[in-house]
């Protein structure tokens, strides 16, 4: 079993820049897709990025696509969220999840997933 463990998160100011971290326990990530999602309050939680498994592809939600860059360091267990550009609109507390052998399109799809860290709060004031 895979455990997640999100930070990075805070306050920032419009236009400005955040890099979360998502540390896994447990198990190796190597065969795990990976993904972030987000929650604003009073909405549903929305998918944000993936990237497969085998880190050859990532896939992001048109929301922020051209801001944001998912990776993964499998030897230090590790996937990142780089997010540039930052606007209010992106307040959300952050997920990060993972899907056995999951490719990175399919990780915004699926109706399980095997592990959820606890999240890390943004939040972008304008």
């Known amino acids: 079993q895979v455990q997640l463990v999100e930070s990075g998160g805070g306050l920032v100011q419009a236009g400005g820049s955040l890099r979360l971290s998502c540390a896994a326990s447990?198990?190796?990530?190597?065969?795990?897709?990976m993904g972030w999602f987000r929650q604003a309050p009073g909405k549903e939680r929305e998918f944000v990025c993936g990237?497969?498994?085998?880190?050859?592809?990532?896939y992001y939600a048109d929301s922020v696509k051209g801001r944001f860059t998912i990776s993964r360091d499998n030897a230090k267990n590790t996937v990142t969220l780089q997010m540039n550009s930052l606007k209010p609109e992106d307040t959300a507390v952050y997920y990060c999840?993972?899907?056995?052998?999951?490719?990175?399109?399919?990780?915004?799809?699926?109706?399980?997933?095997?592990?959820w860290g606890q999240g890390t709060q943004v939040t972008v004031s304008s």
């Open positions: 999840t993972a899907k056995w052998r999951a490719t990175a399109q399919t990780m915004g799809v699926l109706t399980s997933y095997d592990a």
């Open positions: 990237i497969s498994w085998s880190g050859g592809s990532t």
């Open positions: 447990g198990r190796a990530i190597s065969n795990y897709g």
